[in-house]
């Protein structure tokens, strides 16, 4: 005689055992890097560094490493700074709305503290932006108020698709 349990296995009731399962997949998942913070900072530096790279930073994954960890490093003054404006961005991380024009800024002025002349605030030079259908191209534009009205559409229409173009 077989155990015939009070209630019938739906389809609904899969797709319920489903979500819980996937749930604590990601609790453990979440759980085993909080338990080994070391791998999350570790590959927080890499994602800096890597990030940098793309930009032109010459600074070894080493150097980039003692930058945060508050040692001496010989190296570019402007690539330093972009190491501890970076990590300091990614510190914030969690208390930015990327869709909050504002907050945009804000992260745009960690980010280029000490880089750039004008931090936290939309570029006063000659460029621009074009959006076709899904796509936005930016490109050179002699008209500042015009990107300001197409970043501000930007965030609204949450940033599809960006191409940059120059």
Not at 10 to 24: C, D, P, R
Not at 55 to 64: H, I, K, M, T
Not at 89 to 110: M, V
Request: glycine share 4%; aromatic share 8%.
């Amino acid at each position: 005689m077989s155990y015939q349990p009070p209630y019938t296995i739906t389809n609904q009731i899969l797709a319920y055992v489903s979500s819980i399962s996937e749930k604590i997949g990601n609790i453990s998942a979440t759980h085993n890097l909080e338990s080994k913070p070391h791998l999350r900072r570790n590959n927080r530096i890499r994602s800096i560094h890597s990030s940098l790279k793309i930009e032109a930073n010459s600074l070894s994954l080493g150097q980039v490493r003692d930058v945060i960890n508050g040692k001496i490093v010989l190296g570019k003054q402007k690539e330093i700074q972009e190491v501890k404006n970076a990590f300091d961005a990614y510190e914030r991380i969690k208390e930015i709305d990327p869709y909050d024009i504002e907050e945009l800024k804000k992260s745009h002025g960690i980010m280029t503290k000490y880089v750039v002349d004008i931090s936290g605030e939309f570029r006063n030079s000659d460029e621009g932006v074009l959006m076709i259908e899904d796509v936005v191209f930016l490109l050179c534009h002699p008209h500042i108020l015009f990107l300001h009205l197409w970043m501000t559409y930007l965030i609204g229409c949450k940033m599809k698709k960006i191409i940059r173009i120059l």
